[in-house]
């Protein structure tokens, strides 16, 4: 059973970083990606970035790149997303998933997810 935990979430002023973590278990070879989700309030789920766990690339939204970078340690089983010059429109809850489709920010092909963690960006 893969497990998902999310942390790193917080209150950050605008123009602002935040590092969030997602700290996986109970991997099988079947689930390699890892993905990045957000949920604004009254909004529906979308992608954000995606990592392949065998090095084999990465994959944002076209609106992310260059703001938002995502990583993993593979020692510690555990991804992350940096996020860069944050603005008011980047406050949602923060979601990792796991997939087992190859990269992609399709929500529907992620079996596995997390909590989630909640990220607000205000003055």
């Known amino acids: 059973q893969v497990q998902l935990v999310e942390s790193g979430g917080g209150l950050v002023q605008p123009g602002g970083s935040l590092r969030l973590s997602c700290a996986a278990s109970?991997?099988?070879?079947?689930?390699?990606?890892i993905g990045w989700f957000r949920q604004a309030p009254g909004k529906e789920r979308e992608g954000v970035s995606c990592?392949?766990?065998?090095?084999?690339?990465?994959y944002y939204r076209d609106s992310m790149k260059g703001r938002f970078t995502i990583s993993e340690d593979i020692a510690k089983n555990t991804f992350y997303l940096q996020m860069n010059s944050l603005t008011p429109e980047d406050t949602a809850v923060y979601f990792c998933?796991?997939?087992?489709?190859?990269?992609?920010?399709?929500?529907?092909?992620?079996?596995?997810w997390g909590q989630g963690t909640q990220v607000t960006v205000s003055s």
């Open positions: 109970g991997f099988t070879s079947l689930y390699y990606v």
């Open positions: 990592i392949s766990r065998d090095g084999g690339g990465t």
């Open positions: 998933a796991a997939t087992k489709y190859g990269l992609g920010l399709n929500s529907y092909e992620y079996d596995y």
